[in-house]
């Protein structure tokens, strides 16, 4: 049986769905994106376009702070179809390690701001843990790798939902990989989808180009090597969708 079968059946079978994304600033898309130009309103909008008997509504987080909880969600209308709802939420918080979003489960542990069980929850995390100049950040890749474990945990003994994990995306050439490798393994040691961002910015990173490698990826301000412009944004939500696609349509081989 496939692990996100479920999923796919309620896809299928025109049944509203909710998928959750949690994150730190990549995720919130601070600082160079609008609200509809992260990762996630691109993805909201990708699902639109492939699944249009769907009604699709975003519910993005309010940040007041970084060690805060997100107390308010934002509802928006993607597109309207009528026959079912998809509910996309983003629930980044700049500066979130995977420590700090455990002080936040509130946010992602039960129901959604659209008062539904989320059926996946995407997690990305490591930009910040591996944030060597932030001591209040910091953690070794093995301490990384605890934290996320006990994340992990959490999440399958307390919310009836699938798990994919992320790995990070970029902070400048090869300060991220230790970090990546955890989350890869992880992934296997829980048998959960891992859709792996770092390989993408990775495979992409020129060093004979500007903006730390990345071109117009990345905002290109002076010491930002990680927060991506809405065409950065827009590769992570295509990569994602490809991969979540790729599984769909391997499920559907089986009928």
Known sequence: MNKYEKFYNKINNLE????????????????????????????ADMFAKKFPAYSVYRYDGIVSGALEPIKEFCK??????GYATATFIK???GGN???RALNRKE?????????????????MFGINDALMSDSSKFVTPE???????????????SCPTEIVLMTPTFNGPDKLDAYAQMVRKLAKEYDLMLIDLFALWQ???????????????????KGD????????????????????????KTFLKKF
């Open 16 to 43: 509203n769905v909710t998928v959750n994304f949690v994150g730190d600033s990549i995720t919130y898309g601070l600082n160079h994106c609008t609200i509809n130009e992260t990762y996630v309103a691109f993805f």
């Open 76 to 81: 928006n209308e993607v597109t309207q179809g």
């Open 91 to 93: 629930n980044g918080v």
């Open 97 to 99: 390690t995977v420590k």
């Open 107 to 123: 946010n992602f542990v039960g129901k959604m701001p659209n008062d539904e069980y989320p059926d996946l929850t995407f997690f």
């Open 143 to 157: 301490i990384f790798y605890l934290h996320y474990k006990e994340l992990i945990e959490l999440m399958l003994v």
């Open 203 to 221: 495979t992409h990173y020129n060093p004979n180009v500007d903006r730390y490698g990345q071109g117009d990826w990345l905002s290109g301000c």
């Open 225 to 248: 090597a990680c927060h991506p412009t809405p065409t950065g944004a827009k590769e992570i939500a295509k990569y994602i969708f490809e991969q979540l696609m790729k599984d769909y």
